[in-house]
């Protein structure tokens, strides 16, 4: 059974970090790309940022650009999300994908697999 397994959510400050991690397990996503997508509650999931297979591209969604760094640890079967310079409106449950593709993605229909989710709330 694959599953992806999200840790590091939490309640943090204004101008605070958490890191995010997301362990997969099943099946082996070396040869995908695996992203991070948010749900603020009462809005539509969307997309935060993306790895590719090779972990050479990375992808970001503009409001998270030059705060959020993704990357990821084949051998471990992992991906991280690290979150810096948090602000309230970074507030929601954030949730682990793996793209079929190898290349980065940025669209929900383009993820096989998603985790349960982490919660992450910034206090200001």
């Known amino acids: 059974q694959v599953q992806l397994v999200e840790s590091g959510g939490g309640l943090v400050q204004a101008g605070g970090s958490l890191r995010l991690s997301c362990a997969a397990s099943?099946?082996?996503?070396?040869?995908?790309?695996m992203g991070w997508f948010r749900q603020a509650p009462g809005e539509e999931r969307t997309f935060v940022a993306s790895v590719e297979w090779n972990a050479i591209a990375t992808y970001y969604a503009d409001s998270v650009k030059g705060r959020f760094t993704i990357s990821r640890d084949n051998a471990k079967n992992t991906v991280y999300l690290q979150m810096n310079s948090l602000k309230p409106e970074d507030t929601a449950v954030y949730y682990c994908a793996a793209s079929r593709r190898d290349r980065g993605f940025s669209r929900e229909y383009e993820s096989d697999y998603w985790g349960q989710g982490t919660h992450v709330t910034v206090s200001s």
């Open positions: 099943g099946r082996t996503f070396s040869s995908n790309a």
